[in-house]
């Protein structure tokens, strides 16, 4: 929906004209791709780090919450609002500089709003809208245009995705196998926090002694605090707040869904486009071959940059879609004997490298009982495209045929698991799914980051019993993979939808640390309320 | 059974980069991919190659084109894909050729390759558009062309059967092998290739020909030999504006000759 120009509604309150009801021209704010939808009293769309700060210095006193929205494709629901009002930073959409570090790799700062296939497109064209630059960031612009072409590495499926968004759930995707999430790549951000205040954190200059951090906002307010004592998982995690002994305090702010501060501005570090890219989609007979296939290219290729799957049930949703949609009709035939795939991504320096590791995949396929012959090599950018279109017509051909259910019981929704366990717990988990789900006899389609061991399973409700019986059980596998030592969510985020599982795996004294150190951050507990915890947690203040 | 692919090597954006002096499209090769025509053309050929041999008929598929040296990159794919081997004209001789000298140096290189039972173009290429080629080819060979095949129906060594586009819609054609095709994009999709396909095709053979090893007649292969002269190009300015011719069909019509009778039509 576009958003309405300022100005066609009346402020709510006299002292910030930035912030308007939230009228039906708005209903679109109240939900996020997650589906859920929650209610507010008022929205705005600031344009400026000022804007922000003036909105909720407007709101401070009253202690008003705020849901801080970006482009609203989570699917933890961490951007739904809960009451009160909604900053929306979608206007926050522009590059705002660009330097070189000390080893020479370009940073790039941008307004939280920035569109991550809209930064994709920049750096593929090497133009990137540099109106207000100064002279030191148009000069790193005319270097970035003579160098090889750049990219940032976070490959969340949904590019519509916002930059600022991406840092606050601390987005991953298919490519974090090999770069890592999102917190990695940030260099520094600036965070206004809910009085209006400012805390600059850059990578490097603030860690903590011990589990202690002490921070210093522009205004001189001091935060101290005893991060929790939890332990993180050895696993990829976007469980709650990320932290360790003597970490980076930026890392903190990280991931941690909109509770903490408002993002309006940060920098992230780009690197140069692998010379070579290609996709090696590897089919299978059985689950069991695509899992030992796994675990031998983790092992075997060190230039796999990413390693997916895609299992029995998924592969049978896109053939049936094939047939049926003209949409679905472009992509490439399924053999009839390929069950399953497991699909991994070579990033090279030269096209010898590739070719050997190209022999290493097959010597990994043939170890696992698979075959060279059943295998999809994308070496062009037509069959790269078209490896992508396959890879993202699974969640699609879901969503489609979960539509289709909802004209006949509406309340159904598809249920995804995000969970990952450590490395050796790979084979185990995959049976916990299994023999779960065959229990329960619900039908489900997993497919997702095999490489990091983290799966979607998608559990298809037929009716409202499998949709409980569902959510019973991924309460289960919670448990189950906590005691693993693995993560309840480990892209998603929490949000709203995730707080039970994030209870499950830090306990009760985990969540009170996590709402200690909101706290120190928000005293009144204004924003994101609802998001990783339960709002009784913040009851009565800091 | 000898099934030879005529593919072409064009840009792989739209845009294209002309050179001001030659009035001919610049080919540095870094960019080029294979004519999407061409690719259905080469799946056809594959889907024979595998539903006769399976009838245990040794059936041959080589791919040929007319090129920069880079182009013997984009022949290699095409073996990793299916193709047995591949056959490249190369020579700044051939440079600058119209459809008639392409289709000429071209069928030097089907002749050099041996007597084939069919020849698979796309329809057109990309870049050019001209739809020439294919019927050209059959020409100079003197066999039946079959052009715009949208589905083949069936190809067994004797004779193909194929819906083919017309103006009027398709219709279903027979003619004897040997024969030359030009096909539609939407007839098939180019299979990806495997692990296996792209290791064979480092060691397929691709062999390299200039004008003489084509056994080619320089006055009729590149710029020499294309009576085609392309004085100027230039890119077209987007028009805007018009008139909006208003009233009842009557008055319309008679707006719309004064209109044409004014422009001396």
């Not at chain 2, 024979?48 to 040929?64: F, N, P, S, W, Y």
């Not at chain 2, 990309?126 to 080819?137: C, F, K, L, N, Y």
Request: net charge negative.
């Amino acid at each position: 929906m576009d958003v309405p120009a300022a100005g066609m509604k009346g402020p709510v309150q006299q002292g910030c004209t930035l912030i308007r009801h939230l009228t039906d021209e708005y209903d679109d704010y109240r939900h996020d791709e997650s589906r859920s939808q929650g209610e507010a009293q008022s929205i705005s769309f600031p344009t400026t780090e000022d804007e922000v700060r003036a909105v909720l210095r407007e709101l401070h006193p009253s202690h008003t919450p705020v849901t801080v929205q970006g482009a609203r494709t989570g699917l933890a629901a961490g951007a739904v609002p809960h009451g009160g009002h909604v900053l929306n930073l979608s206007r926050m959409n522009r590059c705002l500089g660009l330097r070189r570090d000390d080893g020479g790799a370009f940073v790039l700062r941008l307004q939280p709003g920035v569109i991550l296939s809209e930064l994709r497109k920049y750096l593929k064209a090497k133009a990137i809208p540099a109106s207000g630059w100064d002279a030191a960031s148009l000069q790193a612009l005319g270097e970035l245009r003579e160098a090889p072409e750049q990219m940032f590495p976070t490959d969340p499926t949904e590019a519509s995705a916002c930059l600022g968004g991406m840092a606050a759930c601390n987005a991953s995707g298919a490519r974090s196998y090999r770069y890592g999430p999102m917190r990695p790549h940030v260099v520094s951000l600036r965070l206004a926090l809910a009085d209006g205040d400012m805390l600059a954190l850059r990578r490097g200059e603030v860690v903590a002694c011990g589990r202690h951090l002490e921070l210093a906002t522009e205004l001189g307010r001091r935060i101290s605090l005893d991060l929790p004592g939890y332990t993180m998982p050895r696993a990829k995690n976007a469980s709650g707040y990320y932290v360790h002994e003597g970490m980076d305090a930026i890392d903190l702010v990280i991931g941690s869904d909109g509770t903490l501060g408002v993002i309006t501005e940060l920098e992230v570090a780009l690197m140069p486009v692998p010379p070579v890219m290609w996709g090696v989609s590897c089919f299978f007979a059985d689950e069991r071959q695509a899992l030992d296939a796994t675990c031998g290219l983790r092992d075997g290729v060190a230039s796999a940059a990413a390693i997916e799957y895609f299992d029995p049930a998924s592969l049978d949703i896109l053939r049936v879609q094939r047939e049926r949609s003209t949409a679905f009709s472009a992509l490439p035939l399924l053999a009839d004997d390929a069950r399953c795939c497991v699909y991994v991504e070579l990033h090279c320096g030269d096209e010898r490298e590739a070719l050997d590791a190209l022999d290493r995949v097959g010597k990994v396929l043939r170890d696992a009982g698979g075959s060279e012959a059943a295998t999809w090599v994308a070496r062009t950018e037509l069959d790269r495209e078209s490896l992508q279109f396959f890879r993202h017509a699974v969640p699609e051909s879901v969503n489609m045929l979960i539509d289709e259910r909802r004209r006949t019981d509406p309340a159904i929704t598809k249920l995804g698991s995000d969970m990952s366990v450590p490395d050796e717990r790979l084979h185990d988990v995959m049976r916990l799914y299994r023999e779960t789900l065959a229990e329960a006899g619900l039908e489900s389609a997993a497919w997702g980051h095999i490489g990091d061991n983290h799966l979607h399973v998608n559990v298809l409700p037929r009716d409202m019993d499998d949709y409980r019986r569902g959510k019973e059980l991924f309460g289960a596998w919670a448990r189950e993979v906590t005691a693993m030592g693995g993560a309840v969510s480990a892209e998603h985020g929490v949000g709203k939808l995730k707080r039970d599982f994030l209870k499950t795996m830090y306990g009760e004294q985990g969540l009170r640390d996590m709402a200690r150190v909101k706290l120190a951050f928000d005293p009144a507990g204004q924003l994101g309320r609802g998001n990783l915890f339960d709002e009784s947690l913040l009851e009565g203040g800091a | 059974m000898r099934i030879i692919v005529c593919v072409k090597a064009v840009p792989s954006t739209t845009e294209v980069k002309m050179d001001p002096v030659t009035n001919t499209i610049v080919r540095d090769g870094a960019q080029s991919v294979v004519n999407p025509f061409d690719s259905t053309a080469l799946e056809l050929a594959l889907r024979i190659k595998d539903e006769r041999g399976a009838a245990g008929e040794d059936v041959r598929v080589t791919v040929l084109s007319m090129g920069i040296p880079d182009t013997e990159r984009l022949l290699r794919d095409c073996i990793a894909r299916g193709a047995d081997d591949g056959l490249l004209l190369s020579d700044r001789a051939f440079a600058g050729a119209d459809t008639l000298a392409t289709s000429y140096a071209l069928s030097c290189g089907i002749r050099h390759l041996g007597e084939p039972d069919l020849v698979i173009c796309g329809k057109m290429a990309v870049d050019g558009d001209t739809a020439q080629i294919g019927p050209e080819i059959a020409g100079l060979l003197d066999a039946p062309c079959v052009a715009d095949v949208r589905r083949l129906v069936a190809c067994d060594g004797t004779s193909l059967r194929a819906w083919r586009g017309t103006d009027a819609g398709v219709e279903l054609v027979e003619a004897p092998l040997p024969a030359v095709m030009t096909v539609a994009k939407d007839a098939a999709q180019l299979r990806m290739p495997s692990i296996c396909g792209v290791r064979a095709s480092l060691a397929a053979p691709v062999e390299v020909l200039d004008v003489a090893g084509a056994g080619a007649d320089p006055e009729r292969c590149g710029l020499a030999g294309s009576p085609t002269q392309v004085v100027r190009s230039f890119v077209p300015e987007r028009a805007s504006g018009g008139a909006w011719i208003e009233g009842a069909a009557a008055q319309q019509a008679e707006q719309l000759l004064q209109i044409v009778e004014g422009m001396g039509l």
